[in-house]
């Protein structure tokens, strides 16, 4: 829960980079947490914001582990978007 909060806090300050680094380190460290969808969603539209290229590969990744994940559309809404 620290790890989790800690990118939450990192990603309120706008601080991405710290923010995808605790998201990455939280998902490496507990892959299975009960937060670990929602650490993918969280790193998911970081990446929307600043890098399209990765986010597309993230939203795909995202749908393959969680089908039915409750940011479903956001996620295909994000590929609809890339080129």
């Known amino acids: 829960n620290d790890l989790f909060t800690f990118a939450m806090s990192a990603k309120r300050r706008g601080d991405a980079r710290t923010a995808l680094a605790s998201f990455d380190r939280f998902l490496g460290d507990y892959p299975n947490s009960p937060l670990a969808e929602s650490a993918v ?38 590929l609809a978007e890339q080129p």
Request: net charge neutral; proline share 3%; charged share 20%.
């Open 41 to 78: 969603v969280e790193r998911m539209r970081l990446l929307h914001l600043i890098s399209s290229a990765r986010c597309g590969t993230t939203a795909n990744d995202y749908l393959s582990r969680y089908p039915n994940g409750f940011a479903h559309a956001e996620a295909e809404a994000i």
